[in-house]
Nanobody
Framework: QVQLEESGGGLVQAGGSPTLSCAAS????????MGWYRQAPGKQRELVAV????????????VKGRFSISRFTISRDGAKNTVYLQMNSLKPDDTGVYYC?????????WGQGTQVTVSS
């Protein structure tokens, strides 16, 4: 099994640039991808960003700004089994619980989530 532990959330002012971290531990085999989801109050959980084992990244439209450039950057340290989410230009709409997610041949795994609250 794989355990995921997120860190880095908290109260942030609009325009802030915090970084979330997610460390994977346990019996880790070949991971297909690592990603970040978020769930805002009263809304469904949505994919924010994902990075594949090959390094390909993809971002939700909701975190893209002008010219479809993402305000967030996902990165992965394979040696540390850690994935990061650098968030820039935060908006109050980015408020929610951010969950780390990964998958291997045995199944899909979720972290407990870390709250990010963006104040205007």
């Amino acid at each position: 099994q794989v355990q995921l532990e997120e860190s880095g959330g908290g109260l942030v002012q609009a325009g802030g640039s915090p970084t979330l971290s997610c460390a994977a531990s346990g019996t880790i085999f070949s991971i297909n991808y690592m990603g970040w989801y978020r769930q805002a109050p009263g809304k469904q959980r949505e994919l924010v960003a994902v990075v594949t084992s090959g390094g390909t990244t993809n971002y939700a439209d909701s975190v893209k700004g002008r010219f479809s450039i993402s305000r967030f950057t996902i990165s992965r340290d394979g040696a540390k089994n850690t994935v990061y989410l650098q968030m820039n230009s935060l908006k109050p709409d980015d408020t929610g619980v951010y969950y780390c997610n990964t998958q291997d041949f045995r199944g899909t795994y979720w972290g407990q989530g870390t709250q990010v609250t963006v104040s205007s």
